[in-house]
């Protein structure tokens, strides 16, 4: 709708995880780093994650970009975790492109063995990513854990890789869970942006979606600042305060963003500080806060989710050093 008006060729904020608009912020960077490390040096299991809306799923996809590249990898990609351990299994088997309907779960189990023993002795390399995996329930985490003991005596026959939200971390400190937590060898986590990243973020999106110029001249450094002051930093947040801030500017014929705009906009989605639930004229935030914060944004975010498909090339500039990866458990 304003695309043309502020000369854009495309929704620069749109919600979608897109990996053409990826930022590579350190996190992000170096998450995306470890998971691609992980899974070619066959360390077996890695961990990710990360508070709502801060980027795993786009992390994800920027991940199976590059597996796609390589022809020596077989990924299984699951995004819906609420299964029973029978499904689970047929969604993993059907992904690698296995017949799976209709069998029972030791069928199951024993083609998925079969076909990850035949990969394994050619040298490639298989994958599972589970997506959302703070929905698995104990007792698909505890299938995901058996599936982790298909391993030769030198090496591990399927790489799994879990991301999901906080709870994540909370389920697998759980007693039951142990044995599967002492088999992470790598984690990484993400989290809100700094300003000086919310800047680099706002600036990139823009760029990627085609404004010509200088970015500024649509979001000027003080209105940069007002919106991370309302989104904390949270991509989505920023994304969806961005958003709806051309639209009003837009619909005012107004050829940029003020920081009034934010203002009224932060207003709408209810963003002020006592909706962080932060002390009056606090003007900084730590890290109890941030926390507070996203619990509370969880809610909100359900609600903002649009649903856009696009697609294009990733080009990520990740560096993959080996020691800067090691297994922190
Ligand atoms: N590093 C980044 N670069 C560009 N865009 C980003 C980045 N991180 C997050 N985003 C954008 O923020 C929005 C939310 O990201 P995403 O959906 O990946 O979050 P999530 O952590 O998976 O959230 P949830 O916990 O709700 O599943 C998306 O529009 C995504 O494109
Ligand atoms: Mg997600």
Same mark, same amino acid.
């Given at each position: 709708?304003?695309?043309?008006?502020?000369?854009?060729?495309?929704?620069?904020?749109?919600?979608?995880?897109?990996?053409?608009?990826?930022?590579?912020?350190?996190?992000?960077?170096? #998450?995306? &780093? #470890?998971?691609?490390?992980?899974?070619?040096? @066959?360390?077996?299991?890695?961990?990710?994650?990360?508070?709502?809306?801060?980027?795993?799923?786009?992390?994800?996809?920027?991940?199976?970009? *590059?597996?796609?590249? =390589?022809? /020596?990898?077989?990924?299984?990609?699951?995004?819906?975790?609420? +299964?029973?351990?029978?499904?689970?299994?047929?969604?993993?088997?059907?992904?690698?492109?296995?017949?799976?309907? %209709?069998?029972?779960?030791?069928?199951?189990?024993?083609?998925?063995?079969?076909?990850?023993?035949?990969? %394994? =002795?050619?040298?490639?390399?298989?994958?599972? $990513?589970?997506?959302? &995996?703070?929905?698995?329930?104990?007792? *698909?985490?505890?299938?995901?854990?058996?599936?982790?003991?298909?391993?030769?005596?030198?090496?591990?026959?399927?790489? $799994?890789?879990?991301?999901?939200?906080?709870?994540?971390?909370?389920?697998?400190?759980?007693?039951?869970?142990?044995?599967?937590?002492?088999?992470?060898?790598?984690?990484?986590?993400? %989290?809100?942006?700094?300003?000086?990243?919310?800047?680099?973020?706002?600036?990139?999106?823009?760029?990627?979606?085609?404004?010509?110029?200088?970015?500024? /001249? *649509?979001? &000027?450094?003080?209105?940069?600042?007002?919106?991370?002051? @309302?989104?904390? %930093?949270?991509?989505?947040?920023?994304?969806?305060?961005?958003?709806?801030?051309?639209?009003? #500017?837009?619909?005012?014929?107004?050829?940029?963003?003020?920081? /009034?705009?934010?203002?009224?906009?932060?207003?709408?989605?209810?963003? /002020?500080?006592?909706?962080?639930?932060? &002390?009056?004229?606090?003007?900084?935030?730590?890290?109890?806060?941030?926390?507070? #914060?996203?619990?509370? +944004?969880?809610?909100?975010?359900?609600?903002?989710?649009?649903?856009?498909?696009?697609?294009?090339? *990733?080009?990520?500039?990740?560096?993959?050093?080996?020691?800067?990866?090691?297994?922190?458990?």
């Amino acid at each position: 709708m304003y695309k043309a008006f502020f000369k854009l060729a495309r929704n620069p904020f749109d919600l979608t995880p897109d990996p053409t608009y990826f930022v590579s912020t350190r996190r992000h960077n170096e #998450a995306l &780093a #470890a998971l691609h490390y992980g899974i070619r040096r @066959h360390k077996g299991f890695v961990v990710v994650t990360g508070e709502v809306g801060t980027g795993k799923t786009l992390l994800l996809r920027c991940l199976l970009r *590059l597996l796609k590249e =390589s022809k /020596d990898i077989a990924y299984a990609y699951l995004f819906n975790s609420r +299964l029973s351990p029978t499904e689970f299994l047929q969604y993993i088997l059907s992904d690698f492109g296995l017949p799976a309907s %209709g069998k029972n779960k030791s069928e199951l189990l024993l083609d998925l063995g079969q076909f990850l023993v035949s990969r %394994g =002795s050619k040298g490639l390399t298989t994958v599972l $990513i589970v997506d959302e &995996a703070h929905h698995l329930s104990e007792e *698909l985490l505890e299938e995901v854990r058996l599936l982790s003991n298909l391993e030769t005596t030198d090496d591990k026959l399927l790489q $799994i890789v879990l991301v999901g939200q906080p709870e994540l971390d909370q389920k697998l400190d759980s007693v039951g869970l142990r044995q599967l937590k002492q088999r992470i060898a790598l984690r990484a986590q993400l %989290g809100p942006l700094d300003a000086a990243e919310t800047r680099e973020y706002i600036e990139h999106r823009l760029r990627v979606a085609g404004a010509e110029g200088d970015p500024n /001249d *649509l979001f &000027a450094p003080e209105v940069i600042q007002a919106v991370y002051r @309302h989104s904390r %930093g949270f991509p989505r947040l920023i994304n969806t305060v961005c958003e709806n801030a051309l639209i009003i #500017a837009y619909a005012r014929q107004i050829p940029k963003v003020s920081v /009034d705009i934010v203002e009224d906009v932060a207003r709408e989605f209810r963003l /002020d500080m006592n909706f962080f639930g932060e &002390a009056e004229g606090s003007g900084t935030h730590g890290e109890m806060d941030v926390q507070q #914060a996203a619990k509370v +944004l969880r809610d909100l975010y359900s609600a903002l989710r649009k649903p856009v498909a696009r697609s294009a090339d *990733l080009n990520v500039p990740v560096s993959l050093e080996a020691s800067e990866y090691e297994p922190n458990i």
